[in-house]
T-cell receptor, first 112, second 111 residues
């Protein structure tokens, strides 16, 4: 079953604005990962945050993790039209032999 | 560098026909391998994973099966396809505990 739930399901912003996507999960995790998927393509790994980390940055990406609330957020700053894609969170749960559980995704549309 | 291949890219099959999707990985040994299905506009559902040759774990009961005849080969099969088997099938591999690397996917349409 999909334990990760992203919100919003869809987000439309203008180029230059920031985009924030949230993810909630239910069980104990080893790490949480964010992936991007362009339409009809495979997923590309963006960033991984471990359960003992609270914040991580990679370029224009900022990820936070609150294990007490079982939630994470992905912030994309100064968005570009090329950021248009679906974004998924995935959790590596404790004791699950490297199986990831994916959320349902947020569809981001960045317009010019 | 590691590379993951999937084929075919697109497949249209009649109901009741057999299926064989292949995934191969290059540049690594003894990878964990995964098959996912993604329905249109939805998230990924893990179907099978394998930690070694001949070792297959099924996540959900279904009309599909998987096999791992070689270390870097993972095959998804069905004897008789159903309409509900339509979807986007993704193969992935990962170093233990880290991110997963996905193949380009196979889009299957069962008519």
């Amino acid at each position: 079953s999909q334990q990760g739930e992203e919100d919003p399901q869809a987000l439309s912003i203008q180029e230059g604005e920031n985009a924030t996507m949230n993810c909630s999960y239910k069980t104990s995790i080893n790490n949480l990962q964010w992936y991007r998927q362009n339409s009809g393509r495979g997923l590309v790994h963006l960033i991984l945050i471990r359960s003992n980390e609270r914040e991580k940055h990679s370029g224009r990406l900022r990820v936070t993790l609150d294990t007490s609330k079982k939630s994470s957020s992905l912030l994309i700053t100064a968005s570009r039209a090329a950021d248009t894609a679906s974004y998924f969170c995935a959790t590596l749960n404790t004791g699950t032999a490297s199986k990831l559980t994916f959320g349902t995704g947020t569809r981001l549309q960045v317009t010019l | 560098s590691q590379t993951i291949h999937q084929w075919p890219a697109t497949l249209v099959q009649p109901v009741g026909s057999p299926l064989s999707l292949e995934c191969t990985v290059e540049g690594t040994s003894n990878p964990n391998l995964y098959w996912y299905r993604q329905a249109a506009g939805r998230g990924l559902q893990l179907l099978f994973y394998s930690v070694g040759i001949g070792q297959i774990s099924s996540e959900v009961p279904q009309n599909l099966s998987a096999s791992r005849p070689q270390d870097r080969q993972f095959i998804l099969s069905s004897k008789k396809l159903l309409l509900s088997d339509s979807g986007f099938y993704l193969c992935a591999w990962n170093p233990l505990g880290r991110d997963q690397y996905f193949g380009p996917g196979t889009r299957l349409l069962v008519l």
